[in-house]
Nanobody, 119 residues
């Protein structure tokens, strides 16, 4: 079965950095698209960053210049490097991926990892 597992969350002071990891149970090359979402308490789940099979990346305006998404195909890992963290970045961060299966585009989600930015 396809599974995504996040790790790397924790408590960090404003201005600090964290690197989140997402490990897939199958080759990440089998995903047409992978990315990160986040959800703060009482808020909707928002898209943060994405990377395509071809390696193209894009970011939400709120994190441009601070976050970087990358992947290691050999290790089936997708990363989110988060720098210059702000209290507004506090949220549960979720790994996301899609696979084409016949005429359907199937979505997969990780369980999430908590990131708290506070002094």
């Amino acid at each position: 079965q396809v599974q995504l597992v996040e790790s790397g969350g924790g408590l960090v002071q404003p201005g600090g950095s964290l690197r989140l990891s997402c490990e897939a149970s199958v080759s990440i090359g089998s995903f047409g698209y992978m990315g990160w979402y986040r959800q703060a308490p009482g808020k909707r789940r928002d898209w943060v960053a994405g990377i395509t099979t071809g390696g193209s990346t894009n970011y939400a305006d709120s994190v441009k210049g601070r976050f970087t998404i990358s992947r290691d195909n050999a290790k089936n890992l997708v990363y989110l490097q988060m720098n210059s963290l702000e209290p507004e970045d506090t949220a549960v961060y979720y790994c996301y991926g899609t696979q084409a299966r016949y005429a359907l585009n199937v979505e997969f989600w990780g369980r999430g990892t908590q990131v708290t930015v506070s002094s």
